[in-house]
């Protein structure tokens, strides 16, 4: 058998020179690993870049110096052998936080600048829990951001019992004053249901592996043909597949965000005396408290536990502010 050959390294492109301010154009990250990104121009190029220089983001003691959703200017490269250069970011008008996957104590910011999120929920197949939802709730609630729930898979309803926690979770989140939307990506009449959701804004889109994320963003551009995954491989457990974030511009105006890894949403940056501030039905009742510093535990004259209580809130999102309250806790320390 013929040796092997070695592999020839991997020429290196080398990155343009930053050239003077007068040369910059504008642009949007819409995918970036390391520090590597790739920038769509506001003339409608797609320029790989590297970041020149340092952008420190005051208090973000990030991973990432530009992410996903960043509004950037940059210096195109000359030559075709060139990689442009991200020269200045400009400030966000958002973004969302996630536990560093490789440093402790450091944070990897998820995305930037996006309008709103939309948080894919299953029933079954996968099974999603409140506690997920809650977690992904609290997060975009505490940084200010939209969130619609949308159901998807309901073709797959067959019980009684799925039925009945399809009504459940529905009138929880309702409630509360959250839109939740019923819809199955794989049936071509809720394509105006989900372009209604998405057509001309920045959308952070999270949910499990398997929840249909791709196929949903496939229903609304097609052109863009995002591979789907079976269930049985999306949920294999252990696997630890890097992925990241990445922004997938619509035909239609506006664009999806598309991430993993929300199952890491960071809330160690939090202090447990503000999580009840995202619940919002807690949020509601908690000047009642005889305490202004009450955690909403054991302490007497509790205007929240009185509700949990009387079923005025329901004990599911209870019972997820206080596993939350608990990761807090146990988060401090990195
Ligand atoms: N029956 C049914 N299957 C769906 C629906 N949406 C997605 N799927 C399937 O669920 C699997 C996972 O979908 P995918 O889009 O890869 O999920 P992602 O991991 O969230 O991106 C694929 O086999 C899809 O065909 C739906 O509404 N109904
Ligand atoms: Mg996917
Ligand atoms: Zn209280």
Redesign the pocket.
């Known amino acids: 058998m013929a040796k092997k050959q070695a592999k020839k390294p991997k020429k290196k492109k080398k990155a343009a020179s930053m050239g003077d301010p007068s040369e910059w154009s504008a642009g949007t990250v819409i995918r970036s690993v390391g520090s590597s990104s790739r920038v769509l121009g506001d003339s409608g190029e797609w320029v790989d870049c590297v970041v020149r220089g340092k952008f420190r983001i005051q208090g973000i003691n990030s991973t990432n110096p530009v992410a996903v959703g960043d509004r950037v200017h940059f210096m195109a490269p000359k030559e075709p052998e060139e990689l442009g250069v991200i020269t200045e970011l400009l400030p966000r008008k958002n973004y969302i936080l996630r536990k560093a996957a490789t440093h402790n104590r450091k944070v990897h910011i998820l995305c930037a600048n996006v309008d709103q999120a939309l948080l894919?929920f299953t029933i079954d197949?996968p099974t999603t829990s409140t506690g997920f939802a809650d977690r992904y709730l609290v997060v975009t609630e505490a940084y200010d951001i939209p969130t619609k729930i949308v159901i998807?898979?309901?073709?797959?309803l067959e019980t009684e019992e799925q039925q009945a926690r399809l009504a459940e979770v529905t009138d929880m989140y309702r409630n509360l004053g959250y839109e939740v939307i019923h819809?199955?990506?794989?049936?071509e009449s809720y394509q105006d249901t989900v372009a209604d959701l998405l057509v001309g804004k920045t959308s952070f889109i999270g949910?499990?592996?398997?929840?249909?994320?791709?196929?949903?963003?496939?229903m609304i551009d097609p052109d863009l043909n995002?591979?789907?995954?079976?269930?049985s491989e999306?949920t294999t457990k252990g696997r630890h597949t890097t992925t990241y974030a990445e922004m997938h511009p619509l035909v239609t105006g506006g664009a999806i965000i598309?991430s993993?890894g929300i199952r890491e949403l960071g809330l160690a940056q939090f202090e447990r005396e503000e999580l009840g501030h995202y619940f919002r039905e807690i949020r509601d009742r908690m000047g009642e408290c005889k305490f202004h510093n009450c955690l909403h535990l054991q302490e007497p004259h509790c205007a929240v536990k009185a509700a949990v209580e009387s079923g005025e809130i329901h004990y599911k999102r209870y019972e997820s502010y206080l596993r939350l309250l608990d990761e807090i806790e146990e988060g401090k320390d990195w």
């Open positions: 894919l197949f998807n898979k309901i073709d797959l819809i199955s990506a794989l049936d949910g499990h592996s398997g929840s249909g994320k791709s196929t949903l963003i496939n995002l591979k789907t995954s079976e269930i999306a598309d993993p």
